[in-house]
């Protein structure tokens, strides 16, 4: 199902935290390109990614190697590996069956490079295109000014007060963002069923009976919590 680029900056827009835009927006990104694996990835994060994965992985994040990755440090443009290498050649570098197609756009802050929104598609898809580019330019621009916006912000309330575990703020998030369990299932890479039964323990925990009603709960929770930070502050 495609999503609509209009519906996509509305939603960036409407972002609370980095959270939000790392997961359940990446998701819809994701459909609107049809693409396989998407990803918003912060520089910031690579000391921790690099902890997790060896010898290829930094290799694909090596500019000297990857000549996407180049191009998007050098030019801070949407970039996708036809416009820089022959298909022969980038099977040589990223030989993953479902990276047969990349497309990657820059993230900026303060006329510098913070990160990208990375695209793939596996060899039975067709490859990224210009209009593909064009749309993944546009989205970079809203998703780099909504971070810029959002590190500027005080800290939302977290659910954690609420004997909420991380996992269970998460969902609760995502449902606020309108997400169906299925696609909340597809952003934490957990089953609906596991989505479902985390939702029956925050209705018990929150005691309420309904999702209206527990986002409800959630929106009266962060006010509250934004009036007292203003208040001690005085």
Request: proline share 20%.
């Given at each position: 199902m495609e999503i609509s680029l209009q519906n996509l900056f509305q939603a960036i827009a409407n972002a609370r935290?980095?959270?939000e835009l790392q997961h359940g927006i990446m998701t819809r990104v994701g459909q609107h390109f049809v693409a396989q694996r998407s990803r918003l990835f912060l520089f910031s994060q690579f000391p921790l990614i690099e902890a997790q994965f060896?010898?290829?992985?930094k290799q694909a994040l090596s500019p000297e190697h990857n000549p996407v990755l180049r191009y998007l440090i050098e030019r801070h443009a949407p970039v996708y590996e036809g416009l820089v290498v022959?298909?022969?050649a980038w099977r040589?570098?990223?030989?993953r069956p479902d990276h047969w197609h990349v497309m990657a756009g820059p993230i900026v802050s303060d006329g510098r490079l913070i990160g990208g929104i990375g695209l793939t598609r596996d060899r039975n898809h067709s490859a990224f295109d210009d209009q593909n580019l064009a749309d993944l330019s546009a989205l970079c621009l809203h998703m780099s000014t909504r971070l810029a916006t959002i590190s500027t912000q005080?800290?939302?309330l977290s659910l954690s007060t609420e004997c909420l575990t991380p996992r269970e703020v998460q969902i609760v998030e995502l449902v606020a963002q309108g997400l169906t369990n299925a696609e909340i299932g597809v952003a934490l890479w957990i089953t609906e069923n596991s989505v479902k039964q985390a939702l029956?323990?925050?209705f018990r925990k929150l005691k309420v009976s309904s999702r209206a009603e527990m986002v409800a709960r959630l929106s009266l929770s962060s006010t509250s919590a934004l009036g007292a930070s203003s208040f001690s502050s005085r």
């Open positions: 935290n980095e959270e060896q010898g290829a992985f022959s298909p022969r040589l570098i990223c030989p005080p800290p939302a029956k323990r925050i």
